[in-house]
């Protein structure tokens, strides 16, 4: 079972900075992942996209987010950051981290699926 674990929130005031890392790992099996990205949940909204990236290094972020968040990857760690500056009340949420990842159990890749993080809870104040 593949395990993605959080880390990186906190309370911060508006224009503030702060960064979140999430790495993934296949316990007593070899993983292959494919894209890993963050969203976020607000109270009463919808979970969202915020940035992805995938293992070439292709990056997609929400408009909201474009020139204040920047995503990155350590493909060798499994892990991925997500660097916020400029950080707004608006950006108040949960971010969970979603890896797309494939087993490897008996040198046999298993289909592709989707993991989530148990979410960090990042506050901006005004």
């Known amino acids: 079972q593949v395990q993605v674990v959080e880390s990186g929130g906190g309370l911060v005031q508006a224009g503030g900075s702060l960064r979140l890392s999430c790495t993934a790992s296949g316990g007593i099996f070899s993983i292959m992942i494919n894209a890993m990205g963050w969203y976020r949940q607000a109270p009463g909204k919808q979970r969202e996209l915020v940035a992805t990236t995938t293992t070439g290094g292709v990056t997609d972020y929400t408009d909201s987010v474009k020139g204040r968040f920047t995503i990155s990857r350590d493909n060798a760690e499994n892990t991925v950051y997500l660097q916020m500056n400029s950080l707004k009340p608006e950006d108040t949420a949960v971010y969970y981290c979603?890896?797309?990842?494939?087993?490897?159990?008996?040198?046999?890749?298993?289909?592709?699926?989707?993991?989530w993080g148990q979410g960090t809870q990042v506050t901006v104040s005004s």
């Open positions: 979603n890896t797309q990842a494939r087993e490897v159990r008996g040198g046999v890749f298993l289909s592709p699926r989707d993991y």
